[in-house]
């Protein structure tokens, strides 16, 4: 069929045909999907990176690498990263709610321990992440 040819239907009478024009529309529009699909609304690059959801609440610096704490509703989530991404090194990140047993992520890798994740529903947390040897901690926060 050519583009505006009239064709019969039997349910809906005489009509005109106009296929490249709906064929163009539906190819825009999955376009344009897939383009928010990989960019999203108010993504957060650190949220990203990290794996943790939420918004960042606090930022542990130590020698060789960095604590993140992140909140989100009733859950906090933490991962530690390493300062320079290189070859495997012990690493870890701990996170406890108090009153809990501390949720713990550790062993040998190249830029990031984690993420751990603990409900935390009107309990105060701690977090501690380590480094080759090195570590860095928050103390108790978010009471």
């Known amino acids: 069929m ?4 009239e064709v019969f239907d039997m349910w809906r009478g005489p009509r005109r045909v106009r296929r ?3 064929r163009g529309a539906g190819a825009l529009t999955a376009a344009a999907a897939l383009a928010l699909a990989f960019v999203g609304p108010g993504t957060q690059p650190a949220a990203a990176a990290s794996g943790c ?5 606090r930022t542990v610096p130590f020698a060789t690498g960095q604590l ?4 989100s509703g009733q859950y906090v989530c933490a991962v530690t990263l390493a300062r320079s991404p290189g070859p495997r090194r012990q690493m870890s990140v701990s996170l406890q709610a108090r009153g809990a047993r501390a949720v713990v992520d550790s062993g040998r890798f190249t830029r990031l321990a984690g993420p751990v994740k ?3 529903t009107h309990r105060c947390v701690r977090a501690v992440g380590v480094v080759s ?8 926060m978010l009471c």
Do not use: C, L, M, N
Request: aromatic share 8%.
């Open 68 to 71: 993140q704490v992140y909140r």
């Open 53 to 57: 959801p939420g918004h960042q609440v």
């Open 2 to 5: 050519a583009e505006g040819e």
């Open 133 to 140: 040897g090195k570590k860095g901690a928050s103390g108790w």
């Open 118 to 120: 603990v409900r935390a």
């Open 20 to 22: 490249g024009v709906r």
